[in-house]
């Protein structure tokens, strides 16, 4: 009995036996993974779907529009002032907000002055998580410069005032340009409207700010002072800015439902419509409510006849392996049509190409975790907010006309959001757009990132039994197989720690003033390295010491904990920002995956193991993060605009953004790669 | 004994009087007026006041012929001492409409609806009275007044409101709205309803077009001690209506109107019951002053005749009948007071409305009396964890100086500012981290805090309540008070409707008991008309703060579905591994494995071989062991059972396309 009990062993159970079967084929597994992962972001504009208005309380276009064309002109007249202002020779940049406070006043508004200066660069770049703290700021106006921000507020005559819409005009106040002051003259001719209409449930704020040190600067600061208790509530009155009974006296308006950012671009359009780009992306990847987009995408285009686009990447509208990808699925999608007219899918090649360009700016400045406009101010306290950037058609003639379209649009929105009971809350937050009226939803562009990390864990498991398996019989010391790992990790950590060193290095750099780009970069990269040689000869379980004891498995548990750190790495930046995961997915995994000592591809002398060697140099220059950055800015902007110290100035830029990208790069992303590196360098 | 006889006649005969005079003034009154007011922003105040009175019910019974029924009832059945409720939509704007003068401390109210109560009946019967009243409040005029009742939506103040007697109840719906459905009940308490009278100017359309509207029912009464002295129940209605004129004068001129102008209507007749009905115009003491200063300007040019009182030479407007009387308020030595002039609609009828006329002859412009600090109350912080409430009061003596009863005197003279703040539970105020600053200085806030009184919101079940006196000194140009909480989570089920709009934090309320809202008018007739009388009441400075509104996290209400596919996904792998583990035996299962060799047919083959070899009569036997065949043909057996469910898939497709 007990030799039969011995020859047939209980079967496991189901699921822990598909376990072994995926990790016992996980060489195969983690191809089909990763290239399903790629062809299903590819796949992405296809399965895009069209873009609805999913609040029914939003109406958007039910009322016609109230601005007239007395209202337009009189926006024109502003207009008009703003520019006679502009073009005098001296200007302190008190002129235009009191010319706006006082047109205000007449309308029926009050107004008052936000005086601010630019904020100081602070690094908080857990902000995201803690949101600003609620305390009361003390600031000082030691610097002479700062900025006036005039806001206007329009109370709603029956409401209960509890909840406001905010117009943001960023204008230069010494200098504006035209087109700073047709935002001007669209705001005020909407801003005069809504101070006479009754149907206003909402308090309007029109804030006119001061973009002299910059809009999101002082956009910041006016959101700062509306949430805390700001200088303005404290001192009664600052004599500097006070004029004509405008007093500096911080005045609110209860919750913000929504914000509009009103701009107007330099040059005009080549297109026969006026048009309308929508910038909707706040730092580390956050987009507002897709309503709040939707209601602009859908009264620009059927109310005022506007060609609206979201922002795309330009060169690769041109790029022809694109273009065959597309012909290729439109073909798919015709002959599965042909099969079952049912089955629709595939889209026109050229709507494809175009929706790639869309989608993969949309990934790009969502990775980048930057703010694309001033509305990313709002976000940050939890604002739905959106720049609408108007491009007109003729640079000068028929702008009461241009005035008109673009207020009634403006009204249009307003009235929606003013429809509005609740907060919006019903449509998507997570999306990426293909095109101004189609989105892809965080149900199937999680997909893609998944299939990609899906072989990590897969190739950690598959990597630490091999490793466990295969003892080498001339082990001199003879340690638990289970144990084992805890070196390799110990190597992980302390490479972790390193990058945790290195992310506080700039900081360091910045204290010095007045080093050129290069050689803060320069310097970043050195004292990283030396840091890094530092570490590993300090730390006795690395290479160099124990080199000699290393056997065969330790490369394999090495990379098993490597390929494990990045997984819970890339799933913990997913939560954070999705598309800097996947983007960064699209880098790691491969790279992860393919790392094998090259001593041993040499060895082994055969094609396939040379191949290899190539394809893990190939993945790990591609991989280091400068090398990437700038070889996607030859693919994007040419070779001749690339400069080595671009990348001190985007990872400074991400930095001063507070951006959880930067973090990224150098606690995951930058360990991983070297670990990679010390996988490949790897002795037998 | 004589002399004792003398006494009791003497007695009698004064008893007899003082009865006969009694007996002449147990009467129900009604008494209707209307105050009109111009505002500085090119609005119109207009103020109805409806005043009836009904003796106490031990002398006079308990039948009414002006009095209404249901409020008698009210009154009678749950004790009521006093009472007030109020509907509002929209905000009074204290800046530009005045926050210190005896209609805007009493008719400036919360949005919503505000109610508070007093009752004459044990401390531990108030409670349930309040829910009565409510309950009773709520059918009575066709508003949800009946959430008042849960204690989790109203609160006892101690001091806030006058009465001390901790009999009191105060709670407000902010979120209310507030449209004709109310108004109809409202005027329904009115002899005339809207039919006769001044009242017949509320016409639906104009009245709720309105920047404002507040409709008022003050009720008292002493119906309970039965003392000689006692007055029965007063009760009085008030409507505060803000309207723009809709006229196509120049910009620099205040806008004219009418009556029918500014209502759509005209008055024509008082109502027949009513002892009263009078038309008041208010003109503001800064308006009359400025009126003065341009008479004089004029005189100094023109060298006009000075007529005096008159109306009609007044420089600055003209009013389109002739007044019945002129009421000047008797302001301090340098400034004249506000005037009224009053009309009475008496005299008009059908064919004769009254139709009032103001047309203004000269552009003025002044502002209205503020309170003496003027405050706003807003939110700090956002996300949905945590956040403050701040109550920022701004002096408002640079714009006009108030003469308040202390004086300034800058060292010794203190403004004391009463606040009252309720909170409901689920906003978890932290009163530890109240922190005041005056003039942008944090203070120790124990030296300026006379008084505070907090009693802590218990989740589920009581608001937080909060109320305080601040003595602040008078020279004070800001003060702010900032208070932190924490945001609570709601069960599901306690979700109101529209969950994602946020929640209501209602209004405070800040007192200034040292400063009294009255006019002083000298003649000691004039206490008999009740809306003048009321507006020669001293009345505390009162003004309400903003309704805030705190988003608080709100769950994704189809939520439960997602929460049921999961939980019964968990209870599946729960339970069925579980059985799985209590079912199984090791041993035999490796019994049953080392035969597996041996017996591989199912169950059915088994029968059917038994049931053939029956049929054939031989003795049944155990088909051979054949491991290899047996496993193959299983494999078929699945592959068929495969096609077979995807046959019959494809086959029902097709079918139902």
């Known amino acids: 009995m007990a030799e039969v009990s011995a020859v047939v062993k209980p079967k496991p159970r189901p699921i822990i036996r598909i376990g072994l079967f995926l990790i016992s084929h996980s060489l195969f597994v983690s191809i089909v993974c990763c ?164 149907w206003l449930a909402k308090d309007i704020i029109w804030v006119a700010a001061d973009s002299r040190h910059g809009e999101h600067a002082a956009v910041a600061a006016w959101l700062r002072d509306y949430y805390t208790l700001s200088s ?85 509208l041109d790029s022809w392996w694109l273009y065959s990808l597309g012909e290729l699925q439109e073909l798919i999608g015709k002959v599965a049509k042909s099969l079952n007219p049912g089955w629709k899918f595939g889209i026109p090649a050229s709507d494809y190409v175009e929706g790639c360009a869309t989608l993969a700016s949309s990934l790009y400045n969502q990775a980048l975790g930057v703010p694309t406009g001033p509305h990313g101010a709002f976000r940050d306290y939890q604002v739905d907010a959106i720049t609408l950037e108007f491009s007109p058609r003729f640079s000068s003639s028929q702008r009461v006309l241009f005035l008109l379209h673009v207020g009634r649009l403006v009204e249009g929105v307003i009235r929606s959001v003013n ?87 700039p900081y360091l750099l910045h204290q010095s003033p007045d080093s050129s780009p290069l050689t803060s970069l320069s310097m970043w990269i050195a004292s990283s390295a030396i840091l890094l040689f530092f570490t590993r000869a300090a730390s006795g379980s690395l290479p160099f010491s124990r080199a000699s004891q290393l056997q065969t498995s330790e490369w394999t548990l090495l990379k098993a904990v490597t390929v494990a750190t990045a997984f819970i790495g890339l799933c913990l930046m997913s939560v954070i920002n999705y598309a800097t995961a996947e983007i960064g997915a699209l880098l ?28 893990n140099l190939l993945l790990v220059f591609v991989g280091f993060p400068p090398a990437a950055f700038l070889l996607s800015k030859v693919a994007l902007a040419g070779f001749d605009r690339v400069r080595l110290d671009d990348f001190w100035n985007w990872t400074e830029s991400l930095r001063e953004w507070n951006s959880a990208t930067y973090i990224y790069i150098c606690m995951v992303h930058l360990p991983c790669w070297v670990l990679c590196i010390h996988i490949l360098l790897h002795r037998r | 004994m004589s002399r004792f006889k003398a006494f009791l006649l003497l007695f009698l005969a004064l008893f007899s009087v003082t009865a006969s005079i009694k007996v002449e003034e147990l009467n129900e009154e009604f008494t209707e007026a209307l105050l009109l007011r111009p505002l500085p922003d090119r609005k119109v105040l207009a103020h109805f006041h409806f005043r009836s009175s009904a003796p106490p019910s031990q002398r006079y019974g308990r039948h009414h012929h002006i009095f209404p029924k249901s409020i008698h009832q009210l009154v009678h059945k749950f004790q009521v001492r006093e009472m007030e409720l109020s509907f509002t939509q929209g905000r009074w704007n204290y800046e530009r409409w005045g ?151 120049e910009k620099a001129l205040q806008p004219n109107w009418s009556l029918s102008s500014l209502f759509g209507r005209s008055v024509s007749g008082k109502c ?203 020279s004070v140009r800001t003060a702010a008070l900032t208070l932190e909480f924490d945001k609570g989570f709601l069960h599901i089920d306690e979700y109101p409707p529209d969950a994602n709009q946020g929640f209501d934090i209602p209004s405070a309320v800040i007192l200034f008991a040292d400063f009294v809202a009255n006019m002083s008018l000298h003649e000691n007739s004039l206490k008999q008309v009740p809306i003048l009388s009321k507006l020669q009441e001293e009345v505390p400075v009162i003004s309400y703060t903003e309704v805030l509104l705190v988003p608080l996290t709100t769950p994704d209400f189809s939520m439960p579905y997602n929460v049921i596919t999961i939980t019964c996904t968990v209870f599946a792998l729960y339970f069925g591994s579980i059985l799985n583990a209590l079912r199984r035996r090791i041993s035999e299962e490796e019994k049953l494995l080392s035969r597996k060799g041996a017996r591989k047919a199912s169950p059915l083959t088994l029968m059917i071989s038994k049931l053939t070899a029956k049929l054939r009569g031989k003795p049944w036997e155990p088909p051979e062991p054949s491991d290899l065949a047996g496993r193959s043909s299983s494999k078929y057996k699945l592959v068929a059972k495969v096609a077979l469910v995807a046959g019959v898939a494809a086959a029902w497709q097709l079918y139902f396309q």
């Open chain 2, 272 to 474: 027949s019951l009513s002892s009263s009905s009078n038309v008041y115009v208010q003109f503001e003491q800064n308006l009359v002053s400025a009126g003065d200063k341009l008479r004089e300007v004029s005189e100094a040019s023109e060298n006009a005749i000075s007529v005096g009182e008159g109306f009609q030479d007044n420089p600055l407007f003209e009013l389109s009948h002739p007044p019945k009387r002129v009421i000047r308020e008797s302001g301090n030595f340098q400034k004249a007071g506000s005037i009224l002039y009053e009309f009475s609609v008496e005299d008009s009828n059908e064919f004769k409305p009254f139709d009032l006329r103001l047309n203004w002859k000269a552009p003025v412009a002044w502002s209205s009396p503020q309170a003496p600090l003027q405050a706003s109350r807003f939110l700090l912080g956002s996300g949905n964890e945590r956040g403050a409430i701040a109550i920022s009061m701004k002096s408002t003596r640079s714009t006009n100086n108030v003469e308040g009863t202390g004086g300034y005197d800058e060292n010794e003279c203190w403004l004391r500012v009463g606040i009252f703040q309720m909170v409901p539970w689920y906003v978890k105020v932290y009163y530890h981290t109240l922190k005041l600053f005056l003039d942008g200085e944090p203070q120790s806030s124990t030296e300026n805090i006379e008084k505070i009184l907090v009693s802590p919101s218990e989740d589920k079940v009581s608001t937080g309540v909060m109320e305080l006196i601040l003595r602040l000194p008078c």
């Open chain 1, 35 to 198: 290239i399903a992962g790629v062809l299903a972001l590819l796949l992405l504009p296809v399965l895009a779907k069209n873009t609805y208005i999913s609040e029914n309380a939003l109406m958007p276009g039910s009322a016609s529009a109230m601005l007239s064309s007395d209202d337009a002109s009189d926006g024109h007249v502003f207009l008009n002032k703003i520019m006679s202002i502009s073009s005098m020779s001296k200007n302190s940049g008190i002129e235009i907000p009191e010319l706006i406070a006082k047109h205000i006043t007449e309308s029926g508004g009050e107004v008052n002055y936000h005086k601010f200066q630019p904020l100081s660069d602070s690094f908080h770049p857990l902000q995201f998580f803690v949101g600003p703290d609620a305390g009361i700021v003390q600031d000082n106006y030691s610097s002479t410069s700062y900025g006036v921000n005039t806001v206007g507020i329009v109370r709603a005559p029956r409401g209960d005032g509890k909840e406001a819409i905010i117009i943001v005009t960023p204008y230069n106040s010494v200098k504006p340009t035209t087109s700073e002051a047709l935002s001007l003259g669209v705001a005020y001719s909407v801003f005069t409207l809504l101070s006479r209409v009754s």
């Open chain 1, 232 to 316: 303005g509530d404290l001192e009664h009155e600052v004599t500097s800015v006070k004029r004509e009974g405008v007093s500096n006296g911080f005045r609110r308006a209860g919750t913000m439902a929504a914000a509009l950012v009103i701009k107007v671009a330099d040059s005009s359009t080549g297109f026969e419509k006026d048009g309308l780009k929508i910038y909707a992306e706040a730092s580390n990847g956050q987009m507002p409510n897709l309503d709040l987009i939707n209601i602009d995408n859908y009264l620009a285009v059927h109310g005022q006849g506007l060609q609206v686009r979201v922002e795309k990447i330009w060169s690769l």
């Open chain 1, 588 to 615: 790691l995994v491969p790279m992860c995956l393919m790392a094998v000592p090259l001593r041993a591809d040499l060895k082994a002398k055969t094609m396939k193991a040379v191949v290899r060697g190539a394809c």
């Open chain 2, 99 to 249: 926050g210190f003068d005896p209609i805007s401390s009493c008719n400036a109210k919360p949005p919503g609806v505000e109610l508070w109560a007093e009752f004459d009946v044990p401390q531990n019967q108030v409670d349930d009275s309040w829910k009565n009243l409510a309950h009773a409040l709520s059918g009575l005029f066709c508003a949800s007044i009946n959430f008042l009742e849960r204690s989790t939506s109203y609160s006892a103040p101690h001091w806030s409101f006058g009465s001390a007697s901790g009999k009191l109840r105060y709670g407000t719906l902010p979120r209310e709205a507030v449209c004709t459905e109310n108004l109809t009940p409202w005027l329904k308490l009115l002899p005339c309803r809207d039919k006769a009278g001044l009242s017949s100017l509320m016409d639906r359309p104009s009245t709720y077009q309105g920047y404002y509207h507040s409709q008022r029912l003050h009720l008292k009464s002493d119906e309970s001690d039965a003392s000689e002295t006692s007055t029965g129940i007063v009760l009085e209605q008030t409507l505060t209506v803000v309207l723009r004129p809709e006229t196509f004068s």
């Open chain 1, 419 to 505: 429809n509005l009971l609740e907060k919006f809350h019903q449509s998507f937050f997570l999306y990426l757009m293909t095109s101004p009226s189609r989105f892809v939803s965080v149900g199937i562009y999680m997909i893609a990132f998944a299939l990609l990390i899906a072989p990590l864990p897969l190739a950690a498991a598959a990597l630490f039994s091999d490793a466990s398996k295969s003892k080498s019989p001339g082990e001199s010391i003879p340690t638990s197989p289970a144990w084992n790992w805890l070196y390799a990790a110990k190597t992980v950590l302390i490479v972790h720690l390193w990058g945790a060193i290195v992310t506080i290095i």
